[in-house]
């Protein structure tokens, strides 16, 4: 084959994977599930923990950011309520998040109503989000006590990250976006800025939440 010949098959080659990528690679972003209803949400920790308005401004974020992408889908109503999950319980669910292994219903989330429920707990573990055939999702937020929570816009990235999850959403890879995660290296203190900002969706991702919540979604 001359150079030239090469060179332009190549290019085709180029060209054809260009055409299928995107969309190969939103899909491999996706955890398999999305909402067939708006989910209500219910925020259950302390009424003056900082978590709460920021739990309230992830949700904006979302929302949002749907709306600007003209998806039918929206985050439904936040509830405030006092319960907790005993530290031990959410601890050992995260052992399970981070191990690849899908964690049971903690029975102590039967009671709270709401579709996703949001821990706000006091405990030290890696935060999580599970969703559980049921339909019930667990947003599990770790102390904001502990680093890195402590350092200047991290909560409010990790929680609008796990927000992610509870919507569909597995990590990538790219340190400078919301949903970087294992087994990339990335880890929550990189969200840390002196800017109070959420860190933006890779093109991949925005594209892959209208695929899986599109502008004629609506509830059934
Ligand atoms: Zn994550």
Same mark, same amino acid.
């Given at each position: +084959?001359?150079?030239?010949?090469?060179?332009?098959?190549?290019?085709?080659?180029?060209?054809?994977?260009?055409?299928?990528?995107?969309?190969?690679?939103? +899909?491999?972003?996706?955890?398999?599930?999305? =909402?067939?209803?708006?989910?209500?949400?219910?925020?259950? /920790?302390?009424? /003056?923990?900082?978590?709460?308005?920021?739990?309230?401004?992830?949700?904006? *974020? =979302?929302?949002?950011?749907?709306?600007?992408?003209?998806?039918?889908?929206?985050?439904?109503?936040?509830?405030?309520?006092? %319960?907790?999950?005993?530290?031990?319980?959410?601890?050992?669910?995260?052992?399970?998040?981070?191990? /690849?292994?899908?964690?049971? *219903?903690?029975? %102590? #989330? $039967?009671?709270?109503? /709401?579709?996703?429920?949001?821990?706000?707990?006091?405990?030290?573990?890696?935060? *999580?989000?599970?969703?559980? $055939?049921?339909?019930?999702?667990?947003?599990?937020?770790?102390?904001?006590?502990?680093?890195?929570?402590? #350092?200047?816009?991290?909560?409010?990235?990790?929680?609008?990250?796990? *927000?992610?999850?509870?919507?569909?959403?597995?990590?990538?890879?790219?340190?400078?976006?919301? +949903?970087?995660?294992?087994?990339?290296?990335?880890?929550?203190? %990189?969200?840390?800025?002196?800017?109070?900002?959420?860190?933006?969706?890779?093109?991949? %991702?925005?594209? #892959?939440?209208?695929?899986?919540?599109?502008?004629? =979604?609506? $509830?059934?």
């Amino acid at each position: +084959m001359r150079r030239r010949d090469l060179i332009v098959s190549l290019a085709s080659a180029a060209l054809c994977t260009y055409g299928v990528m995107p969309e190969r690679r939103a +899909m491999a972003a996706g955890l398999g599930f999305a =909402w067939t209803k708006v989910p209500v949400i219910t925020a259950i /920790g302390a009424a /003056g923990d900082p978590r709460q308005p920021l739990t309230r401004d992830a949700v904006t *974020f =979302w929302n949002d950011t749907l709306a600007g992408l003209r998806s039918g889908f929206r985050l439904g109503a936040i509830t405030q309520r006092p %319960e907790i999950v005993p530290d031990a319980v959410i601890a050992g669910m995260s052992q399970r998040v981070l191990s /690849g292994t899908k964690p049971g *219903f903690a029975p %102590e #989330l $039967a009671s709270i109503p /709401g579709d996703i429920v949001v821990a706000l707990s006091n405990a030290d573990f890696i935060s *999580f989000s599970t969703h559980w $055939a049921s339909g019930k999702g667990l947003v599990a937020i770790k102390s904001g006590h502990a680093y890195p929570m402590t #350092l200047p816009n991290v909560a409010r990235n990790v929680i609008a990250h796990e *927000f992610g999850h509870a919507i569909g959403f597995a990590h990538n890879a790219d340190p400078t976006k919301l +949903m970087c995660g294992r087994p990339a290296p990335c880890r929550p203190m %990189e969200f840390q800025s002196t800017t109070e900002h959420y860190f933006p969706l890779t093109a991949d %991702e925005k594209a #892959l939440l209208l695929q899986l919540y599109p502008p004629d =979604w609506h $509830a059934h």
